[in-house]
């Protein structure tokens, strides 16, 4: 067990449908990172957060936000959704972002969204 | 920006054969490598990481890793394979500050 929780474990929805995936860290990191990860494109690194501020963007989605709340708990707010929109979605967390790669990221279970 | 390359997406042994799963990454600074495992059904875990310390890293379950400044490359291994290494692996690089730049992976496949 990592420490990162993710809620829902699995989502089954509807192409043009919302969905909000919810990332609470391991007490005490303030970064907290969102990754996809599908059959075709393999591990994607979506977006960063620290300590409440987005700290970098990667292949994220206009379709996609995220924020991170001041208890440091995260959401990924997906909408529009596509059928390949449908993958794995992991959050993962860490000390310090700044010196993200020195500090060892840990991953939360994922949750798994199907879109039909 | 830096990349990595797995090479094979998929490995297969046999039981207490050695594991050899090869990693080579593009960066213009000094890399911070690391080594993740996934379970099926399951997140990832870290098994180790290079943060320019030694060059021969140890991690956990009996895997270890060798950074080669030379051959760019910083590939993952165990003597002896145990069926429950089989899971897949990836090799990912820091990047700037923040994210991690993770290979393709590579599914590795014991065989009693």
């Known amino acids: 067990d990592s420490g990162v929780t993710q809620t829902p474990k699995h989502l089954i929805t509807a192409t043009g449908q919302r969905v909000t995936l919810r990332c609470s860290p391991r007490?005490?990191?303030?970064?907290v990172y969102w990754y996809q990860q599908s059959l075709d494109q393999g591990l994607q690194f979506l977006i960063q957060y620290y300590n409440g501020e987005e700290r970098a963007k990667g292949n994220i989605l206009e379709r996609f936000s995220a924020q991170q709340f001041p208890d440091l708990h995260s959401e990924l707010n997906l909408s529009s959704l596509e059928l390949g929109d449908s993958a794995l979605y992991f959050c993962?967390?860490?000390?310090?972002?700044?010196?993200?790669?020195?500090?060892?990221?840990?991953f939360g279970p994922g949750t798994r969204l199907t879109v039909l | 920006a830096q990349s990595v390359t797995q090479l094979g997406s998929h490995v297969s042994v046999s039981e207490g054969a050695l594991v050899l799963l090869r990693c080579n990454y593009s960066?213009?600074?000094?890399?911070?490598l690391f080594w993740y495992v996934q379970y099926p059904n399951q997140g990832l875990q870290l098994l180790l990481k290079y943060t320019s310390a030694a060059t021969l890293v140890k991690g956990i379950n009996g895997f270890e890793a060798e950074f080669k400044k030379s051959e760019t490359s910083f590939h993952l291994t165990k003597p002896s394979a145990h069926m429950s290494d089989a899971a897949e692996y990836f090799c990912?690089?820091?990047?700037?500050?923040?994210?991690?730049?993770f290979g393709q992976g590579t599914r590795l496949t014991i065989n009693p």
């Open positions: 990912a690089v820091g990047q700037g500050a923040q994210k991690l730049v």
């Open positions: 993962a967390s860490s000390v310090a972002g700044l010196a993200g790669p020195r500090s060892e990221q840990f």
């Open positions: 960066s213009s600074v000094p890399p911070y």
């Open positions: 007490s005490g990191d303030l970064s």
